[in-house]
């Protein structure tokens, strides 16, 4: 095939215990997956209870990807840069109207993300109802770990989901407080557009999120799946 130009490398996440890297297709993330986090949003209504889950999107190579400590380059046009920490769950394959029931069949494994956001940004865009992609879908916004296969991590839905800003924690909660399950959000996700192999889903943050400025060294873990360090430069 005779491109214009080289295309682009394919970004990828390694995969513990092995050689291998998990080739990244697209990225998805859901939005207010924990109540606790919904209400310090001012975006939960006890009286409504959950919401349908929605979803918004990074570019594959917005990932910053791999084992030991990695370094995230601080985005321009914002003062004020928040992390959430989530469990990521990589496809191993695709489908479209998927059943809960069969979800699970679609999953290869697990791995702790980040999803970074400039809050400023943000708030901006929702006060003038514009779409958010600047502000979560920059260079660099999606942080993730190494790929746990479910040979080894199993189907985690609950366990303790944590990140840590120099050593003081931040976020701390349960998978199990997700509003919407991870085969539930499959399931949704896929009655909107086709999912492959190679798609990770960022799956909800809990409450406790915050500003990190350059040189902070943020730590997370998700039990059963792994940890991840990563230096804000």
Not at 16 to 30: I, L
Not at 163 to 188: F, H, P
Not at 206 to 214: C, H, L, M, S
Request: charged share 20%; proline share 6%.
């Amino acid at each position: 095939m005779n491109f214009v130009f080289a295309p682009h490398p394919v970004t990828s996440l390694p995969v513990a215990g092995t050689d291998q890297r998990f080739p990244v297709r697209r990225v998805f993330c859901v939005g207010r997956n924990y109540a606790d986090h919904a209400r310090e949003m001012g975006a939960l209504d006890q009286a409504e209870g959950r919401e349908p889950p929605f979803f918004f999107t990074k570019p594959a190579d917005a990932v910053v990807a791999g084992a030991g400590e990695l370094s995230v380059k601080y985005p321009p046009q914002t003062a004020n840069l928040h992390h959430e920490i989530e469990m990521v769950v990589a496809l191993g394959a695709g489908g479209e109207n998927v059943s809960v029931e069969a979800a699970k069949g679609l999953i290869f494994g697990y791995a702790v993300g980040l999803d970074l956001t400039r809050r400023d940004m943000q708030a901006k865009a929702k006060e003038k109802s514009h779409p958010w992609d600047m502000s979560k879908g920059f260079d660099q916004s999606a942080v993730a770990g190494e790929i746990s296969p479910v040979a080894v991590s199993g189907y985690p839905e609950s366990g303790r989901i944590w990140l840590k800003v120099n050593g003081q924690v931040r976020q701390e909660g349960d998978l199990s407080a997700m509003m919407w399950k991870v085969a539930d959000i499959i399931a949704n996700l896929s009655t909107l557009v086709r999912l492959e192999a190679g798609d990770l889903i960022y799956t909800g943050t809990p409450a406790g999120v915050g500003a990190i400025v350059p040189g902070d060294l943020l730590e997370a873990g998700v039990d059963k799946v792994g940890t991840l360090r990563a230096r804000i430069v």
